[in-house]
């Protein structure tokens, strides 16, 4: 009982993991590029970074957006149907 409990958790955090990263990865690379831009041309503003990651998150999100939602659907029946195993 307690080993499927574990197995669940750990699962859990691997499928907020793995719907996270599209969107992290994005940011990240943004960030990298602008930083990249910001030391070449010597331009020191704060606000330049934060529009293009919002912009490009927000774009990858929505692309993404059917793989999470049955990344989602399926982890979700996995555990309405595993819930008749914790029930005692």
Same mark, same amino acid.
């Given at each position: 009982m307690e080993a499927k409990l574990i197995a +669940?958790?750990?699962?859990t955090f691997k499928t907020a993991?793995?719907?996270a990263l599209p969107g992290l990865l994005t940011g990240m690379f &943004?960030? +990298?590029?602008v930083s990249i831009f910001q030391a070449t041309t010597q331009i020191n503003e704060m606000t330049?970074?934060?529009i293009?990651? &919002?912009i490009g998150v927000v774009i990858v999100i929505i692309l993404t957006m059917p793989w999470m939602l049955n990344?989602?659907?399926?982890f979700s029946t996995n555990?309405?149907?595993?819930m008749?195993?914790?029930?005692e």
């Amino acid at each position: 009982m307690e080993a499927k409990l574990i197995a +669940l958790g750990v699962e859990t955090f691997k499928t907020a993991l793995i719907l996270a990263l599209p969107g992290l990865l994005t940011g990240m690379f &943004i960030g +990298l590029a602008v930083s990249i831009f910001q030391a070449t041309t010597q331009i020191n503003e704060m606000t330049l970074s934060f529009i293009p990651k &919002i912009i490009g998150v927000v774009i990858v999100i929505i692309l993404t957006m059917p793989w999470m939602l049955n990344v989602m659907t399926d982890f979700s029946t996995n555990v309405f149907n595993m819930m008749t195993e914790f029930i005692e």
